[in-house]
């Protein structure tokens, strides 16, 4: 019974699609009708013309009734709809400028916000799309005194410390996991290759609950076991699935490939891959011991347990359990819900993306308030056409449906235009991430769900903006329509003008807000960063899993820096625990351990340890005292350098050559004062630190810093040969120029400066293109009032003044409550700049002066436009 | 307008012609023409459906899936459009006949009422 009506409605949409043959067969069926009637007459007795004649009468008008049948069928709405669209499309193709405007001023908009709400899907809404139920999981964060989190952003705990919170907390957790992310040397026929990847616990992805692409994932009971991240797989395995099985020597160790991971897991950060996993313990299994094992820790909460219970669980657990740390308390742990952005940077974070959003909105906001001005221009301009279709009896409802239609369509083909613009600056924005130690695998490229949204977005605002006009158009008044020869629409333009008006505001707030960005980029481009960079490459080693010992490792790194320095073009060469520029370095609360100094001079410092050349190698000027020695070794007195910032907050306007400090349950002299600089980001507010002599430190791992006149690219190839020839199975760890290291680290800024900035320039274009508008439009309008003026002697540059002081009055006011608008919003805007006040006069001043300036410019032609009109031509338009 | 054979006719009543339809469809199919003439003829010529409801009223028909059409040669070799009734048009038509008889007969119980 269903299958009838289906198909009976089926049937029907033949209608769409093949009309012709729907047409001719209603046309053969009364032909027909009407033949048999007239045999029927011709067989009452009538002559077959007069039955004919009769048989047509007694039919009635078959245009009509072909009419009627087309309303019965149900298609007829998309019918008529489709006519609109084809008539809509006629009409923009008779009027290609108008229609070439309109479509890029939408697609510019549809483009910057489908840019960025593909960026905060990707980034925001499915962060981890390989993690099933991920709203389930959660990272343990702990808050501690005297630490500084490092890793990434995640605030790490002890390897030992994780195990104890597994221990104590199993009521909460379903599965509590621990993971890092850690550098790995893997064995290849031409040497070690660096590979970023991550050590985690046995139960890391049951716990995740990701799925195999290949293989199995390792759980309890499985030793020396890998998982190789599916672009690990492709690259450097061909995708061949006979990997399975096979050994690989990972850091001098054999382990067995059991599995391949699916190419849409790549770790717990977004943007930030892991090319391969392994089990934390197999890993540093015999591996030094001493150091910590930072590890973050996630966990999957159990069915049925409340978070707040769940929280006061872990918060009692916290606080009982001792930190391997002694020198640190635990203040609180809290649970945090695992979306991809590491716990402390996912404010600010979510707030830039905010704000961007915003900013792409604003765009948006702009380009449509111009397409509708335009709009009404247009059907001001069509006004005879529209006027004889309202004669001919076209309804009222049926004329705004076509005019909607025609603005929808505007609309939409404009939104294809912006979702292909969204594509390219996607692809723009993911390569211009710089080249980074780390994998960067961001894919910000709009998903369907974007797209079928950026759509949808353009139709709504089609039919949102595309409504006064069509409302006005069809508000006019027919008779008087015809005497002087077209519709008058939109008789005042005071309302027109406060809309460009405000427009000019949002304008001025996205040029403000731009132009903050870019000074914001300029300050950090022009900050002393403290060290010379230029020339300089970086590289980590890592001797810990190799299984080197005591003065095996110092013997080493002696080894490999004098080869390095023997390399020909190389200048100089050093060690540092952290590189500069490589991402938050850890940090410790130090106090003062002079006679007399008491707890209020305790003060958190980032610290490093450097090797004699180190400081003279990046070029750290040294501003009192003196530099590391050689002399200063294992057996010598504990001696350090501290910064300025360092050495103004424990000792304030005093001299700390010759004073100590308290760290790690010895005293250390300071014997040198260094000149403040950038440590991890050139954004960084002015920071502590403190460098300890490489030889007091001793450290298995370290950041190889060698200067050179060789090219980045061929000093790292050398470095690897000079590597391999002490230990084939070690590899070179994030081995990049500094100078990028740099740029990276300016990536924020220069992203914000490029993107808003980009939005701030739309911003402008779009307010010009807007001014234009209302002023031809109104010069169109007043043709003859020109004209007439004209006559009677105006001077042409009366009849400029006017049209221009209109535009300069409009854009004025905008600009005004532009200026106030934006001295309220850019505060948010503050924490993300640098160097650079959110109320910073020169940029408000300028953005003024260019509003006013591209005001100006865009009256010119509409003014040129007014003085050269005839009083004849004036007249005749009536 | 009235037939050549001159006797006063009646209009169908709107919404007794979807009925009628359907029960001259239940005889035979056929096509349009001949479903005005076999109500006429039903009706001892007194009711006429006129061309202009009848097909709108086929199209209706069929949407509603009571109906099928199909195109046909008839002897002489014209394409002609044949309407036969599906099983839910039978239904329909059980269902409806019952109804106006009912609206009748309650018609025609307050009519008779004086």
């Known amino acids: ?878 | 307008m009235r037939p050549p054979t001159g006797q006063p006719t009646t209009d169908v009543l709107r919404g007794t012609l979807e009925l009628l339809i359907l029960r001259t469809l239940s005889l035979e199919p056929m096509h349009g023409w001949s479903i005005t003439q076999r109500i006429q003829q039903l009706s001892s010529d007194a009711l006429q459906v006129g061309q202009g409801s009848l097909y709108p009223a086929l199209q209706r028909l069929e949407q509603k899936g009571w109906l099928d059409s199909d195109w046909e040669q008839t002897d002489q070799n014209r394409r002609v459009r044949v309407y036969r009734l599906t099983r839910s048009g039978r239904a329909a038509l059980k269902a409806e006949t019952a109804s106006w008889r009912g609206y009748v007969a309650a018609v025609e119980s307050i009519l008779g009422a004086t």
């Open chain 1, 1 to 878: 019974m269903i299958r009838d009506t289906v198909r009976g409605r089926l049937r029907q949409l033949r209608a769409l699609f093949r009309k012709p043959s729907v047409e001719r067969d209603m046309t053969d069926e009364f032909e027909f009708h009407i033949r048999m009637q007239t045999e029927q007459y011709v067989r009452e007795g009538l002559s077959p013309v007069e039955a004919r004649r009769r048989a047509l009468v007694a039919f009635g008008g078959v245009e009509r009734y072909k009419e009627g049948v087309r309303d019965s069928r149900w298609t007829r709405v998309i019918e008529d709809i489709a006519s609109d669209v084809r008539y809509a499309a006629r009409g923009l193709r008779r009027n290609p400028g108008f229609t070439m405007v309109a479509v890029l001023t939408i697609a510019i908009g549809i483009g910057a916000t489908t840019a960025v709400s593909s960026m905060l899907n990707s980034i925001l809404l499915r962060p981890l799309p390989a993690v099933s139920q991920p709203e389930e999981l959660f990272d343990v964060s702990e808050s501690r005194s005297g630490m500084t989190s490092g890793m990434l952003g995640y605030r790490a705990v002890e390897w030992l410390r994780y195990e104890k919170y597994a221990a104590a907390t199993p009521e909460v957790w379903s599965g509590l996991a621990a993971h890092r992310y850690v550098g790995f040397s893997l064995a290849t026929e031409s040497g070690a290759v660096a590979i970023n990847g991550s050590l985690t616990s046995r139960n890391y992805f049951d716990v995740l609950g990701v799925r195999p692409a290949l293989g199995r994932f390792y759980s309890e009971g499985d030793e020396f076991a890998v998982v190789l991240g599916y672009a690990l797989w492709s690259s450097r395995f061909g995708s061949d699935r006979g990997v399975i099985g096979t050994t690989i020597r990972l850091d001098s160790r054999p382990f067995t490939v059991i599995g391949v991971a699916p190419p849409a897991f790549i770790g717990l950060t977004v943007g930030i891959r892991s090319d391969l996993w392994a089990p934390m313990p197999d890993y540093w299994a015999g591996g030094a011991s001493g150091t910590p094992d930072w590890v973050a820790v996630v966990g999957r909460l159990r069915a049925g347990v409340e978070l707040p219970r769940a929280s006061a669980i872990v918060q009692a657990a916290a606080v009982n359990i001792q930190p391997e740390q002694t020198w640190t308390t635990v203040h609180s742990a809290t649970l945090a819900p695992v979306t991809g952005i590491p716990v402390v940077a996912r404010t600010g974070f979510n707030a830039f993306l905010g704000m961007l959003f915003a900013t792409a909105a604003l765009v948006l906001l702009i380009a449509a308030g111009n397409v509708a001005g335009m709009l009404l221009a247009r059907s001001s301009a069509r006004g005879r056409e529209i006027a004889i279709r309202l004669a001919i009896g076209v309804g009222r409802r049926r004329l705004v449906r076509q005019l909607l239609v025609e603005s929808t369509v505007l609309f939409l083909i404009g939104g294809v235009g912006g979702i292909l613009l969204a594509f390219w600056l996607t692809g723009v924005l993911a390569r211009s991430i710089p080249a980074l130690p780390a994998t960067v695998a961001v894919d910000v490229s709009p998903d369907l769900r974007v797209l079928a949204a950026a759509l949808v977005v353009a139709a709504i605002t089609g039919i949102v903006f595309g409504l006064a006009p069509a409302l006005r158009s069809a508000r006019a008044d027919v008779m008087d329509a015809l005497k002087r020869g077209g519709v008058r629409i939109g008789t005042r333009s005071r309302g027109r003008s406060a809309f460009v008006a405000a427009q000019f505001a949002m304008a001025v707030l996205l040029v403000v807000t731009g132009g903050l960005f870019v000074r914001s980029l300029r300050a950090a481009l022009d900050t002393d960063v403290g060290f010379d960079p230029d020339g300089v490459v970086a590289a980590t080693i890592n001797l810990r899993p190799h299984g080197y010992e005591g003065d095996q490792i110092a013997a080493f790194w002696s080894d490999l820096l004098d080869r390095v320095r023997a390399v020909p073009g190389v200048e100089n060469a050093g060690l540092a625990d952290w590189g500069l520029m490589f991402g938050p370095t850890n940090g410790s609360d130090v106090q003062s351990s002079e006679p007399g100094w008491t707890e209020q001079n305790r003060t958190n410092t980032r610290f490093n340890a450097v090797d004699p050349g180190w400081l003279d190698l990046m070029r750290v000027p040294i501003i009192g005292g003196r530099a590391f020695a050689v002399s200063d070794n294992e057996s010598s007195p504990a001696v350090i350098l501290v910064n300025e910032t360092l050495a103004s907050r424990l000792w304030p306007d005093l001299d700390p050559i010759g004073r100590t400090i308290r760290f790690n349950a010895r005293d250390w002299e300071v014997v040198g004062l260094t000149r403040n600089g950038k440590y991890s980001t050139i954004g960084e507010q002015p920071t502590a630190m403190l460098f300890f002599p490489w030889a007091q430190w001793r450290s298995s791992d370290a950041t190889l810093h060698v200067r050179s006149g060789l090219g980045a690219g061929r000093l790292i190839e050398q470095l690897r040969v000079e590597l391999a020839a002490i230990d084939p199975d070690i590899g070179l760890e994030n081995a990049a120029p500094v100078p990028a290291m740099v740029g990276l680290s300016l990536f924020p800024q220069r992203f914000a400066a490029w993107l808003i900035g980009g939005f701030g320039v739309a911003g402008l274009i779009l307010a010009m293109i807007g001014v234009y508008g209302v002023l031809a439009f109104d010069v169109e309008r007043n043709t003859r009032e020109f004209g007439i003026r004209g006559a009677l002697g105006a001077r042409t540059m009366q009849l400029v003044g006017a049209v221009v002081l209109h535009g300069l009055l409009v854009a004025a006011a905008g600009t005004v409550a532009g200026l106030l608008l934006a001295a309220g919003a850019t505060r948010f805007a503050g924490t993300f700049l640098y160097g650079v006040a959110p109320l910073d006069p020169l940029t408000f001043g300028v953005a003024a002066a260019l509003m006013l300036a591209v005001a100006a410019m865009a009256a010119i032609v509409p003014a040129r436009r007014a003085s050269a009109i005839q009083p004849i031509e004036a007249l005749r338009t009536d």
